[in-house]
């Protein structure tokens, strides 16, 4: 009788014979988020925004756990626009701490409406938020010839993903430490970390290469 062979680390066979990412388990709402969403990349200052926020929030928790929460947290904060959060005080504070539809940290909440200024800031000097973090886009160098799950488990973070945390430390973001931005970057396509051997990948790399960066001007990125 003819056996299969042993997948590779990292990946699973799904129900309909596809091979994904093993982190996404069998949960639907995993799989659509790994298979739609997980490393592509965009320019809309609102969504990276909104990313950078979530990933905040999940400190010392699941990403699956913020997930099912993720409409609720829309609903919180206004749709994660830049403007609307950077307008709440206090008040709006004290509203999300009782919300029982999203994380109800308060230094989460708190960090949520200073980071939302924050981009405000650098939107206003610079016109693009989104231009100021792929400016620190990697460009290649150290990244393996093949993804798999050895290279994931040694790469909580990145020399880009620090370059960026302190580059957002300095503009005076918080919960933006160099493993929550590795995290970011991997999840909105600034680096293509589906295992080699994973169904999405290929989608990935091609959403990266048809992907318009947006302009940053030279002088000012470090990435």
Known sequence: MDHE??????????????????????????????????????????RLF???????????????????????????????????VGRMGEADVDRLVADPGIVRHRGKIVSAINNARRAAEIRQAHGSLAAFLWSFEPDGTGRPDVVDAAFLRATPSSAA??????ALKKAG??????????????????????????????????????FARPAWPPHLGEG
């Open 161 to 166: 993903s620090t370059r960026l945390s302190k």
């Open 5 to 46: 062979p042993p997948l590779a680390d990292g990946l699973i066979r799904r129900d309909d014979g596809s091979l994904g990412c093993a982190w996404h388990g069998a949960d639907p709402l995993y799989r659509r988020y790994h298979d739609e969403e997980w490393g592509r990349p965009t320019s809309d200052d609102d």
């Open 173 to 210: 973001f918080s919960f933006v430490g160099p493993t929550t931005v590795y995290a970011f970057m991997q999840s909105m396509g600034f680096v293509n970390d589906h295992v080699e051997g994973c169904a999405a990948r290929a989608a990935c790399e091609a959403a990266r290469a048809d």
């Open 50 to 84: 909104e990313k950078l926020c979530l990933e905040g929030f999940q400190a010392g928790l699941s990403w699956l756990t913020i997930l099912r929460k993720r409409e609720a947290f829309r609903e919180a904060f206004e749709g994660f626009s830049i403007d609307r």
